[in-house]
């Protein structure tokens, strides 16, 4: 058995925000940003205000 340890790091972004110029650019230059670096990430946009008040 071998004592290598393995992490494995799985990353949920969450924008939150609705029609905002910004949030929609934030959103754009996460996704940039997981696909320059490979990342193993998932981008949600939170538009919901129900899901909003929730976080």
Do not use: E, M, R, S
């Given at each position: 058995m071998s004592n290598d340890k393995y992490l494995?790091?799985?990353?949920i972004i969450k924008?939150?925000?609705?029609?905002?110029?910004?949030?929609?650019k934030l959103e754009q230059m996460c996704n940039e940003v997981v696909k320059e670096k490979n990342l193993?990430?998932?981008v949600?946009?939170?538009t919901d205000v129900n899901e909003v008040t929730c976080i």
């Open positions: 494995f790091l799985y990353l924008i939150i925000g609705t029609v905002y110029p910004n949030c929609k193993d990430a998932q949600n946009k939170v």
